[in-house]
């Protein structure tokens, strides 16, 4: 009786590092693909990020080109809370 369950734990040991593998390795891809936009939040981080809510709620949206294609930068508000949008342009939308 033993056997089997111990083999049954292997199988599900085996199958559950190969799932964790592969979440992984597609958790990386999507990382290393995903552009990053330093320099856009560096010229925004006064103005927007770290500003003061009041400044922060009259930042107007603006564009940068970037490698990666347009980016849309604007501040909204939510409930009590407030979100900077880096937002890529797609299809001739954000």
């Known amino acids: 009786m033993k056997r089997p369950v111990l083999l ?12 964790q593998n592969a ?5 990386a891809a999507a990382l290393s693909s995903f552009p990053d936009f330093l320099k856009v939040r ?13 400044t922060a709620l009259s930042f107007k949206p ?6 990666a294609g347009r980016v849309r930068v604007s501040v909204e508000a939510a409930g009590g809370s ?5 937002l890529l342009e ?5």
């Open 8 to 19: 049954a734990c292997i199988i599900a040991l085996a199958v559950s590092l190969s799932t």
């Open 62 to 67: 603006r564009f940068r080109d970037t490698a």
């Open 42 to 54: 560096a010229e925004f981080l006064s103005s927007a990020i770290t500003a003061a809510p009041a």
């Open 23 to 27: 979440t992984a390795q597609v958790t």
């Open 82 to 86: 407030l979100f900077v949008l880096f």
């Open 90 to 94: 797609r299809d001739g939308g954000y």
